[in-house]
């Protein structure tokens, strides 16, 4: 069984400054992780995902992750806010890459400060 | 990456009524998955689609009330049966892009009065 957990369903940051969206996960099985954005009436766009190559992982729009097995976490960051990055933010796990389903978390949503 | 689109993407339909939601995918694809998000929610799966074979359901969907064709490998339908005000949702399909990578359409909001 696996599960995702995202830690505040609601984000503030002011613009400019560093964006953490936090995501631990529970597998059985060497997991594979995605972050998928999803700005207002529209589907989800994928960031970046892991798949058991480089622990750091870079995505769209300055976007990067860390995979921390020990943790088991799989943290989303962004040096500088932009107020186009206000959206709900899905961490989403899955044991076949994206040939499986995927077990999502419960969102982050995102707010910009200007 | 994959250009997916649905059908309708939006409708609001009366209790007991059905609804046929179509995903068209512009190359061929193996799997297909339907998801369910409801108002405020995250996404949940309903069901895994591939071409040649019966839908994969999870716990808590059935085929009576979601039945799905996968009649081609760019193709998928998803019908919303026998409606509730449950079923108000937004019903999205994705696609295994391979690299292990998913891919989703733009969705259908559905209500249901």
């Known amino acids: ?114 | 990456s994959a250009v997916i689109s649905q059908k309708p993407s939006r409708d609001i339909c009366q209790r007991g009524t059905s609804l046929t939601i179509q995903c068209q995918v512009d190359s061929q694809v193996t799997m297909m998955f339907w998801y369910r998000q409801q108002p405020g929610q995250s996404l949940t799966l309903i069901a895994t689609a591939n071409q040649g074979s019966e839908a994969t359901y999870e716990s808590g969907f059935v085929i009576d009330k979601f039945p799905i064709s996968r009649p081609n490998l760019t193709f998928s339908t998803l019908t919303v049966s026998n409606m509730s005000p449950e079923d108000s949702s937004i019903y999205l399909c994705s696609v295994d892009w391979g690299q292990d990578t998913q891919y989703f359409g733009p969705g259908t909001r559905l209500t249901v009065l």
């Open chain 1, 1 to 114: 069984a696996q599960s995702v957990t995202q830690l505040g369903s609601h984000v503030s940051v002011s613009e400019g400054a560093l964006v953490l969206l936090r995501c631990n996960y529970s597998s059985s099985v060497p997991p594979y992780l995605f972050w998928y954005v999803q700005y207002p009436n529209q589907g989800l766009q994928l960031l970046l995902k892991y798949t058991s190559a480089a622990t750091l992982v870079k995505g769209i729009n300055g976007f990067e992750a860390e995979f921390k097995k020990s943790e088991t976490s799989f943290h989303l960051t962004k040096p500088s806010a932009h107020m186009s990055d206000a959206a709900e933010y899905f961490c989403a796990v899955s044991s076949g890459g994206g040939a499986d389903g995927l077990t999502f978390g419960k969102g982050t949503h995102l707010i910009i400060q200007p």
